[in-house]
């Protein structure tokens, strides 16, 4: 019963090209976020949308962007994928109005050669 | 802005005992401290949460303890069992901007050994 699901599982990509990463949510959840985790890091948050059409930068949105037209769906966009970006990327919902917790997709590994 | 420091960063015990991973945050105005477990491979999965109001929560064999004035809290699990082996993270999270901020720590890699 998947309910936040992320288009690709791994990724390849040149330093250069621009990246799309995909996040849908079939749970009707107002609140959709992307982290990226790395080795020592932790989970650090890159944008986060609170509704349709809007968003808002986290704490390390350099380098990326975000599109969120319908209340499902939540991408992540690279402009020009630099080999720094090389890391697993999560997506998350949960809904609006109070404190409660995430529900994660299952990453996208992404590799920029 | 908020900081969750988390430790043991790794933590290896024998099947049965007990595990106990500690955070602790510096903004008193958090509210909410959820707990994720992510296994090898695998999506994170909030696995317990607490809210500022409560002291502790059971659930099985995994509890939270919280205590606001020291600003810490606390994750124990008993009767360890091999599947219990994974990455846990604490998280802070107070209203900010009437959206509800989150704090992840680094993460402690439990290895539960049979």
């Known amino acids: 019963d998947v309910k936040v699901t992320q288009s690709s599982r791994y990724l390849v990509k040149r330093t250069g090209e621009k990246v799309f990463l995909e996040c849908v949510q079939d749970m009707d959840h107002e609140n959709m976020f992307w982290y990226r985790q790395d080795p020592g890091l932790g989970l650090r948050l890159i944008y986060f949308?609170?509704?349709?059409?809007?968003?808002e930068k986290g704490d390390i949105p350099e380098g990326y962007s975000v599109s969120r037209e319908k209340k499902e769906r939540f991408s992540l966009i690279l402009e020009s994928a630099s080999t720094n970006q090389t890391s697993m990327y999560l997506c998350a919902s949960r809904p609006g109005g109070g404190a409660v917790g995430y529900t994660f997709g299952s990453g996208t590994r992404l590799t920029v050669v | 802005g908020e900081n969750v420091e988390q430790h043991p960063s790794t933590l290896s015990v024998q099947e049965g005992d007990s595990a106990v991973i500690k955070c602790t945050y510096s903004?008193?105005?958090?509210?909410?401290f959820p707990w994720y477990k992510q296994e090898l491979g695998k999506r994170p999965q909030l696995i317990i949460d607490?809210?500022?109001?409560?002291g502790e929560k059971k659930d099985q064999r995994i509890a939270v303890t919280l205590n606001k004035t020291a600003k810490h809290f606390s994750l124990h699990i008993t009767e360890t069992q091999p599947e219990d082996s994974a990455v846990y993270f604490c998280a802070a999270s107070k209203n900010s901007g009437g959206y509800q901020k989150v704090t992840f720590g680094i993460g402690t890699k439990l290895q539960v050994i049979p």
């Open positions: 903004d008193s105005a958090s509210n909410y």
């Open positions: 607490i809210r500022s109001n409560v």
């Open positions: 949308s609170y509704d349709v059409k809007m968003k």
